[in-house]
């Protein structure tokens, strides 16, 4: 028998992030992922992924044991966990991940975006998802800065997202570094707008923090409880569930019908 909604054998931190922005959106993503299709910016972000990950070098897990035992400082990309966190499995995939031996210093995710003006908190309720499960794993979180990067994707000529530079993200780590004040937090609001176009939000990681929003997450899937609707009447308004007529519990009217 399964211990969650809609037969799941487990979860994954980009669905429960999804919550933040309408757990009844992220409930339908599961039951019918063929409503949503993918945007322009989401293909430029997976293009961008994509890049980003042949970048790097393939470690052999013996390999990155004995380097972590050694103490060895390591950069990760695409650095995929897993753990059993209050009985159920999370899974996550972080797009770089740096750590001296079992101290994690840093966490990055990569997002292709225009909106690039502040932190939002499902961005923010991914990476603590992804500091958790660094810590279900025994490494060492006490220091972890946890840092979004927000790469804006180029238009082509025909106006469409077409081209986003990765080498912008690298440039957009080294330049993160500056956020740490040395005390055990962040500089500066946690906030970097660069010349070259990217923004950084850097914040610190709070374990605490993280388990009590995975327990209250987890409240749907285990059925303790419904999923709360969307907060505001303009979601309902450009949800493609909504459109689709999948949605019961919609605040809102579609603009247009599927
Ligand atoms: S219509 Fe509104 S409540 Fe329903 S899934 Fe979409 S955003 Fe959420």
């Known amino acids: 028998m399964n211990l969650l909604r809609h037969d799941l ?3 994954w931190v980009s669905l429960l992030a999804e919550m933040n922005y309408c757990e009844q959106k992220a409930a339908l993503s599961v039951m019918h992922p063929e409503a949503e299709p993918e945007s322009e910016e989401m293909k430029a972000g997976a293009a ?7 970048e790097a070098e393939k470690l052999e897990r013996e390999e990155l044991r004995r380097r972590i035992a050694a103490g060895a400082e390591l950069r990760l990309r695409e650095f995929p966990l897993k753990a059993y ?18 101290r994690a210093l840093w966490l990055y995710d990569f997002k292709f975006s225009r909106y690039s003006h502040r932190l939002f908190p499902n961005h923010q309720l991914q990476l603590s998802l992804y500091g958790l499960l660094l ?11 946890c840092a979004v990067v927000i790469v804006p ?9 077409t081209r986003t530079d990765p080498k912008l993200a690298n440039l957009a780590i080294t330049s993160s570094k500056e956020l740490r004040d040395g005390y055990g937090g ?6 970097l707008f660069h010349e070259a176009g990217f923004a950084v939000h850097a914040f610190k990681f709070q374990e605490q923090g993280a388990r009590d929003e995975f327990a209250d997450a987890l409240g749907y899937w285990i059925g303790l409880r419904e999923a709360r609707v969307a907060d505001s009447a303009a979601k309902c308004r450009s949800c493609a569930y909504n459109a689709a007529g999948l949605c019961t ?6 603009k247009r019908k599927a």
């Open 249 to 254: 519990v919609a605040i809102a009217p579609p």
């Open 153 to 161: 994707p180029k238009p082509g000529k025909s106006g469409r997202l």
């Open 135 to 145: 810590a279900a794993n025994d490494y060492d979180v006490s220091d972890l800065i």
């Open 85 to 102: 966190i209050d009985g159920v499995p999370l899974y996550g995939k972080i797009d770089h991940v740096e750590f001296e031996g079992r």
């Open 186 to 191: 962040v500089r500066r609001g946690g906030r």
């Open 9 to 11: 054998s487990a979860l």
């Open 48 to 54: 961008a992924h994509s890049v980003l990950e042949a």
